[in-house]
Each structure stands twice: as structure tokens, then as C-alpha cells.
């Protein structure tokens, strides 16, 4: 087993890999969406889904380096590195609050920009899935910065975005059918 620091390191080079992929995934997923595969109900599920496991999970590998950071003395001389780890509640919910706000608004520039006068019907329509995704993404975080995640916790979490999933295709599909 390599010494925290190298641990810590690894892991740091690991999140900047996945983060890179994410980036490709982003971006191939926000150029696959097109009406066929709306239509097409499981893929479009399936896609959804994944796209959403692998948000999570980058943020979880992305907590769980700071958190190996701050145990592991790289901000020694910080005054107040352990406050976030002191208050998980707190910047768990702050994080998922602006992880939600600014999905929503990459979701509404796919309409061909952002569009302030249609913003608070696209924040009306897409509060229920943001609600589930939000509690998703806050207690992926409340947890990790918490130390106490187990695969128990990975699993639920996982579930409450197989049902994020579920609610959105159920929704777009739902205005799909209200617009034409």
C-alpha cells in the first residue's frame, strides 16, 4: 500500500483523467440528444441514467480527494482547511444547490440559448427532477465529506438517479407530447 501522500496523488491523477472523460462524455452526449433518441424511451433512459451516475461519481472521486488532501497535511498551513470536512451539511447543500442551478441552465441553452423570459417555466418544469437530483448529489457529498460512505449508501444513491432518470424521460416526454 503506497504512503497517503502517494495515495492522495494517485487519486488526484485519477480525478483529472475522469475529469477529462467527462468532458468527452459531455460533450457527446449533449450532440447525441436529437428526437430519435428521445423517442426511443429505454435508450433515452438508459442514457440518462449513465450520464448521471457518471456526474455523481466524479463528484464523488472529486470529494474524496479533497478530503485526502486535508487528512493527508497538504494544506498545513491553512488556517481553515477542515472546515468543510467540520460541516459537510452545510457545503453539501450549497454544492448540490449550484450543481442543480447550472444544470438547468446547460439544459436550457440546448434550446438555442438561454432564454430569461422561458427561464422560470424551465425551472418549474425541471424543479421535480432537480429536487431528486439535488438530494442525490447532497448526500453523495454529505457522506463522502463525512467519511462514512459504504456501498449500501453508493447503491441508494445510485437508485435516486435511476429514479431522477425515470422522472425526466416521464417529463420530457410529457412536454413532447403537450408541444406538438
Do not use: C, W
Amino acid at each position: 500500500m503506497p504512503s497517503p501522500k502517494v495515495h492522495t496523488a494517485l487519486l488526484g491523477l485519477a480525478f483529472l483523467l475522469f475529469l477529462l472523460l467527462s468532458y468527452i462524455e459531455n460533450t457527446f452526449f449533449f450532440q447525441t440528444i436529437s428526437g430519435k433518441i428521445i423517442n426511443n424511451h429505454i435508450l433515452f433512459l438508459i442514457m440518462l441514467f449513465t450520464h448521471n451516475v457518471l456526474a455523481v461519481s466524479l463528484i464523488l472521486l472529486g470529494m474524496t480527494f479533497y478530503v485526502n488532501l486535508v487528512l493527508s497535511d497538504f494544506f498545513k498551513r491553512e488556517k481553515h482547511a477542515n472546515i468543510i470536512l467540520e460541516h459537510p451539511r452545510i457545503f453539501a447543500l450549497v454544492f448540490a444547490l449550484m450543481i442543480i442551478i447550472l444544470s438547468i441552465l446547460r439544459g436550457s441553452s440546448l434550446l438555442g440559448g438561454i432564454n430569461i423570459e422561458a427561464l422560470p417555466v424551465v425551472l418549474l418544469v425541471s424543479a421535480p427532477v432537480g429536487i431528486v437530483e439535488g438530494y442525490g448529489i447532497y448526500l453523495t457529498i454529505k457522506k463522502t465529506l463525512g467519511r462514512n460512505m459504504s456501498m449500501k449508501d453508493l447503491a441508494y444513491i445510485y437508485g435516486i438517479f435511476f429514479i431522477a432518470a425515470l422522472m425526466e424521460v416521464a417529463f420530457i416526454n410529457i412536454l413532447l407530447s403537450i408541444v406538438t
